[in-house]
């Protein structure tokens, strides 16, 4: 039995029907979609144009094209929008029906949000559906990030340990991580002075993290501190320079000695390029290594890690680029390898795509 939607625009005059289930199921947040809808964005489903019947009303079908080969279909007397069509290109063959106007039950397990770099600022994303978004060429995956992808392990040897995705668990890595930590009473002192501070999502990062290990595996007996201490935490009602400028201070007054560095990740996928993170896990699956993708803080039970990509390269001395500064910003990360030349001081470092 062949499935038939029906749909309507507001006033009732256009009906229409079509033959087959609207595909490819998207949210688009560009300028032109938002202006059309009036709404944060517009919702399509796609249907092949043969599929698609107006049965009713074809004469108030009004059409505007937006742009050279974007055509846009709305009803004469009430407004509303039905239809998008891009008549040059692949998918000329099909036509996108504003998902809003059907009248049948509709629902669809697979969507995806769009130009989401044009969102608008008052509308936050915060479902777990894949975004991209084609000037920036990014996208972003579900299982990617989002703390409902978060896998949390409550274990004893460290309280908690937190990766995405698919990273492997690998309890002898990181009760050895955790030990290296909790030996070193200069990285303890640390971690205790930034929970003093109570920031949500709070985590000290990166070479804080590398160095103790790679250290540790050169055996050099005492690991010193990376030139930054880097505090990363994620509260999106906090996410101003100001508020982090605070909390610096607030750092420095306790140790001067430190050079501190607090960063809400909330706020730096903008200075990034990046979508927008969903937590402090999340922004470090856009740092340039891996290696460097790991966090540990203190909490009343112990000490957590957090490590999106798990703990493997970090152990193997990899430094590996994540898929983003493999390619788009390569020249960033052959740069920053220039900058740090990390092999002066770590002979046994592996570095991968440096050539
Ligand atoms: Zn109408
Ligand atoms: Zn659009």
Known sequence: MTEVFEGSCLCGTIKYQTRS????????????????????????????????HVSQGRACLESYQSSDSVLRQFCQTCGASLFWSNTQGKYSD???????????????????????????????????????????GIRKHPSMGGLGETRTYPWQGCSVYRTLGNAPLALQKLTQLCSIIANDPVRMRILRMVKEQQL?????????????IWDEFHQRHTSTLPEDVDVIWFDRAQATAVVDAHYEAALRSMDSTVKWSVKNQARMHLRNADLP????????????????????????????????????????????????????????????????????????LKILAAD
């Open 200 to 212: 949500p999502d709070c985590w000290v990062a990166a070479g804080f993290v590398r160095s103790a």
């Open 94 to 136: 099909w036509i996108s029906i504003a998902l809003g106007t059907l009248d049948t039950k509709f629902t669809s397990g697979k969507q995806k949000h769009v130009e989401v770099a044009s969102h608008a600022p008052w509308y936050e994303i915060c479902d777990d559906w894949t975004q991209s978004d084609q000037a920036l």
């Open 21 to 52: 289930r609207p595909k490819a199921v998207s949210h688009c947040h560009c300028n032109q979609c938002r202006k059309s809808h009036g709404a944060a964005f517009a919702s399509y489903g796609s249907v092949l144009r043969i599929d698609l």
């Open 277 to 348: 993170y969903t937590s402090a896990t999340d922004a470090m699956t856009y740092w340039p290594e891996t290696a460097t993708a790991i966090a540990v803080r203190l909490t009343e039970s112990g000490i957590e890690v957090a490590a999106p990509f798990g703990l493997d390269d970090l152990f193997d001395l990899i430094v590996r680029p994540t898929a983003r500064f493999q390619f788009e910003k390569r020249q960033e990360y052959l740069n920053r390898l220039r900058l740090k030349n990390w092999l002066a001081t770590w002979p046994d």
